[in-house]
């Protein structure tokens, strides 16, 4: 099977075809017998290439060394490793030397790299130094787990960003002068403000993401990303927000439309050995965003997972249908001056409970019912519930054959998604049934994004009087409608 390719290879013929050959076919451990059984196969034959000027020669004999197994080799490898002056070959020894005990090296290995940490190549290597370092940070850290950094508020405020959409920064600007953050001013992507409060901003239950822009909100040629990244006050941030910020900070980059693998790469070489890339097991992440101009440059943002807090943490069971846990806070908070604590609540849609306990986290509500027709959902919402720390009468039960002996102080809901011949009947059968489950005065909370069918059915059914709407999406169509339901006397005046 190799005869002719071994005979080439003792010749000097063809060796970067024959070496490419025999790579690919020892590929997943397969052939390897068949090879060293070959009567020109020996054990000096590959070694004895890691001298040829070629360096692409010198990169496939190693890598089949690395697949042999052959003892001895780990001490030629790192040998030769060392030697090795051709940069986009040297992490292939690296690859080789996986295969084998390299304990006696270790000490060799960590030395290249600290070299390697300290940075300092040009433009031409630095890819290469990337992959070298990638390598060699998984050769030395294999079975080992990267030590978790633990945060603290910080001892200096920094700038942070509670992002959200277009229609919803006022409120989220609200939200942060609630909580005692001051200040805070509107930016393309949300809201930002200076504080040391992280942990109070973090609790706020109505913004997507909470970001620290790097290098404030500059904004960064693709090619300048791990320059700025490395050289920037990222370090800084970090130092400043962590009990004890020794040691490297495992990341993973988060950028659409770019090479994230290459700039990963490069942002780990630069860094000085403080950031690690990692794609699975990270504390934090780099965020790339793209100018709102189109004009193919990048706002850097910080996002960590060292805190460890999570607003949604009961939210462990969901459904295709369920409501987004921020949307259904936002909607509390929208209408939150018309709640009242101790209010008895309805929620005839209520999936896995999501609206019922976001709008008893922000008032606490007295009696609570859920009603679903889907009998996972409200399995899910029973689970999270109790996870949440509140308690709910969940039904499994189509909203219009349920029944209760005393009228709700308050409905709450999203509505539920329909095609618009549906959700006309619907909406029109739901505000009437709603009349006999809601007392005189009660408040209904409606999550739509059907704002014209709820007006029309508003008009003609005349029981209702709509307070406020709140605009959440205007391009989606998505807003809050707070209604009253009106005593019989007020609905025979008007």
Excluded at 163 to 184: C, F, M, S, W, Y
Excluded at 342 to 356: I, Q, R
Excluded at 477 to 492: D, E, H, I, W
């Amino acid at each position: 099977m190799f005869d002719k390719q071994l005979k080439e290879l003792t010749e000097n013929i063809n060796l970067r075809e024959n070496l490419v050959y025999i790579k690919e076919a020892l590929q997943g451990g397969e052939n390897t017998e068949i090879l060293k059984s070959e009567k020109r196969y020996g054990i000096s034959l590959f070694p004895g290439l890691l001298k040829n000027e070629d360096a692409k020669v010198r990169k496939n004999a190693v890598l089949i060394m690395g697949m042999l197994g052959e003892s001895g080799y780990e001490d030629i490898i790192a040998e030769y490793y060392k030697a090795e002056t051709t940069f986009f070959v040297r992490s292939a020894y690296l690859t080789a030397l996986k295969s084998y005990n390299y304990d006696k090296h270790t000490e060799m290995l960590r030395s290249r790299r600290r070299e390697l940490e300290a940075g300092g190549f040009d433009e031409a290597d630095l890819k290469h130094a990337a992959a070298e370092l990638k390598t060699l940070i998984a050769l030395l850290d294999s079975g080992k787990r990267q030590a978790r950094h633990t945060f603290a508020d910080p001892k200096k405020p920094v700038q942070v960003i509670l992002t959200t959409g277009a229609d919803t920064v006022e409120a989220v600007r609200d939200a942060l002068i609630h909580n005692g953050i001051t200040e805070p001013k509107k930016v393309f992507c949300g809201i930002m403000a200076r504080t040391s409060r992280i942990y109070k901003a973090s609790g706020i239950r109505i913004y997507r993401e909470l970001l620290f822009p790097v290098n404030g909100m500059k904004s960064y040629e693709r090619s300048d990303v791990p320059s700025a990244v490395a050289k920037g006050n990222l370090t800084e941030l970090l130092e400043n927000m962590h009990k004890d910020p020794r040691g490297a900070f495992a990341f993973r980059l988060d950028v659409k439309d770019a090479d994230a693998a290459k700039l990963s790469a490069e942002i780990q070489a630069m860094s000085g050995g403080r950031l690690v890339n990692s794609v699975s097991d990270y504390e934090i992440e780099i965020k790339l965003i793209a100018s709102k101009d189109g004009n193919g440059r990048y706002g850097i943002f910080l996002k960590l997972h060292t805190f460890g807090y999570d607003r949604f943490k009961y939210r462990e069971n969901h459904v295709a249908a369920s409501m987004n846990p921020v949307r259904a806070a936002m909607a509390v908070w929208l209408a939150r001056d018309y709640l009242e604590e101790g209010a008895n609540v309805l929620d005839p849609f209520c999936g896995v409970g999501t609206m019922l306990i976001e709008r008893d986290k922000l008032v606490k509500a007295g009696q609570m019912y859920g009603v679903d027709t889907f009998g996972k959902a409200i399995e899910g919402a029973r689970l999270n519930t109790a996870k949440a720390g509140a308690h709910a009468n969940y039904i499994n039960r189509n909203y219009f054959d349920f029944e209760h002996s005393v009228l709700f102080d308050e409905i709450i809901t999203d509505m539920p998604a329909l095609e618009h011949a549906d959700a006309d009947e619907f909406y029109r059968r739901f505000l009437s049934y709603s009349e006999g489950m809601l007392r005189d005065k009660g408040v209904m909370i409606i999550y739509s994004c059907e704002k014209n069918l709820l007006k029309k059915h508003l008009r003609l059914n005349g029981s209702y009087k709509l307070l406020r709407e709140f605009t959440i999406d205007a391009r989606g169509g998505a807003g809050v409608y707070v209604l009253v339901k009106q005593s019989k006397s007020n609905t025979a005046l008007e």
